[in-house]
């Protein structure tokens, strides 16, 4: 759980730093060179101008339903995260027996507590990396948004219900703020493995206030365009979570 944070945290610091660099001032067009921009930045770009084209130019609709494929195209990877999750709930009994066994600092029963724990989660489908993967995957998609928003003229100025994509917002960075809280209380709900665990629980609880205000915050200096890729993307996870889990329980 720990790792899963830190390395969410890590991601919006780098998203943060990144933001301000690699070419940010310069149109992306065909003509763009460098890996970042031609794998990542001018790719989204130009898939946004077309969907918007095909909308009667509303590029904010467009990032909406692009925001929705991108996430339709890591549900597996999602599942997977859950699914694991799951599994992790499920060891954490004979978790805490192994622990209590090879409870002594020294190397040697150190290390047996890890072989052991690698072979319960082998044997039981346990992947704990599946919970940072997702993380992972979406950290280069979120700085290309950025990219693609602050470099794409008919984007960064076009007007979408109240606000201009290309400039901060003050409404959007609050239904973040709420959103990305929503989905982490909804995560929170389904996890018993922390309501059991004072220690998960409490850090949960932390991050469950801290995480939607770090967001919240930083979606006042980012595009309104970027805070709507990210209420959009959170309104999906909660839905997912809801029709993923609600199955899952109903089984159990």
């Known amino acids: 759980m720990r790792k899963k944070y830190g390395i969410l945290i890590t991601f919006l610091v780098l998203a943060v730093f990144l933001a301000g660099c690699t070419q940010i001032d310069e149109p992306i067009t065909p003509e763009s060179e460098g890996f970042w921009n031609t794998v990542f930045v001018y790719p989204l770009s130009w898939f946004i101008t077309k969907i918007a084209e095909f909308l009667n130019e509303n590029y904010g609709l467009a990032i909406i339903l692009?925001?929705?494929?991108?996430?339709?195209?890591?549900?597996?990877?999602?599942?997977?995260?859950?699914?694991?999750?799951?599994?992790?709930?499920?060891?954490?009994?004979?978790?805490?027996?192994?622990?209590?066994?090879?409870a002594s600092k020294d190397a040697n029963t150190?290390?047996?507590?890890?072989?052991?724990?690698?072979?319960?989660?082998?044997?039981?489908?346990?992947?704990?990396?599946?919970?940072?993967?997702?993380?992972?995957?979406?950290?280069?998609?979120?700085?290309?948004?950025?990219?693609?928003?602050?470099r794409t003229t008919e984007i960064a100025t076009h007007d979408f219900l109240w606000f201009q994509l290309g400039t901060p917002d003050?409404?959007?960075?609050?239904?973040?703020?709420?959103?990305?809280?929503?989905?982490?209380?909804?995560?929170?709900?389904?996890?018993?493995?922390?309501?059991?665990?004072?220690?998960?629980?409490?850090?949960?609880?932390?991050?469950?206030?801290?995480?939607?205000?770090?967001?919240?915050?930083?979606?006042?200096?980012?595009?309104?365009?970027?805070a709507l890729y990210w209420v959009t993307g959170n309104i999906f996870m909660v839905c997912q979570?809801?029709?993923?889990?609600?199955?899952?329980?109903a089984k159990k």
Not at 187 to 204: D, E, I, V, Y
């Open 66 to 102: 692009v925001t929705v494929l991108i996430r339709l195209i890591l549900v597996p990877l999602n599942v997977k995260q859950i699914k694991s999750t799951k599994a992790m709930q499920e060891v954490q009994p004979q978790l805490q027996e192994l622990q209590k066994k090879y």
């Open 170 to 226: 003050y409404v959007l960075p609050i239904l973040t703020a709420l959103f990305t809280f929503l989905q982490q209380k909804l995560m929170m709900s389904t996890n018993s493995s922390a309501n059991s665990n004072p220690q998960m629980r409490l850090q949960l609880q932390i991050m469950l206030y801290v995480m939607p205000i770090m967001i919240g915050v930083m979606a006042f200096f980012f595009p309104a365009a970027l």
């Open 110 to 150: 150190q290390q047996k507590l890890q072989q052991e724990t690698m072979q319960l989660f082998q044997k039981n489908g346990v992947n704990p990396l599946a919970g940072c993967l997702p993380i992972l995957v979406q950290m280069p998609i979120f700085i290309a948004m950025y990219h693609a928003i602050r």
């Open 241 to 249: 979570t809801l029709l993923i889990n609600k199955p899952m329980m």
